[in-house]
Nanobody, 125 residues
Framework: QVQLVESGGGLVQAGGSLRLSCVAS???????FAWFRQAPGMEREFVAV????????FYSDHVQGRFTMSRESANTTLFLQMNSLKPEDAAVYYC???????????????????WGQGTQVTVSS
């Protein structure tokens, strides 16, 4: 099992940057971890995924080139560096995890077993 705790959300102006953190407690080997986001009245949306063992990442088209997902093995922490933020990036951001021995990048929320509580990101125009 793994427990996930996000932090780092806040209010930022359009064009600015934020870095979200997600501390993973428990097993991380052979896990995939992802960031999702959910705006009011919208479905939860895939943002990025990282395979813990290799550090390989995959991004949604909406954030490719602006967001970077990474990990710090020593502290079993995941990060989402968000640059060039847009008002449409505003949402609650969730960290998610799943045991994953495959070579695929899973983008569906239903594939993930473990979820954090979320952290709010607000982008002012």
């Amino acid at each position: 099992q793994v427990q996930l705790v996000e932090s780092g959300g806040g209010l930022v102006q359009a064009g600015g940057s934020l870095r979200l953190s997600c501390v993973a407690s428990g097993r991380t080997s052979h896990y995939s971890f992802a960031w999702f986001r959910q705006a009011p009245g919208m479905e939860r949306e895939f943002v990025a995924v990282l395979k813990w063992n290799t550090g390989a990442t995959f991004y949604s088209d909406h954030v490719q080139g602006r967001f970077t997902m990474s990990r710090e093995s020593a502290n079993t922490t995941l990060f989402l560096q968000m640059n060039s933020l847009k008002p449409e990036d505003a949402a609650v951001y969730y960290c998610a995890g799943m045991i994953d021995y495959s070579g695929s990048y899973y983008q569906a929320a239903r594939a993930y077993t473990y979820w954090g509580q979320g952290t709010q990101v607000t982008v002012s125009s």
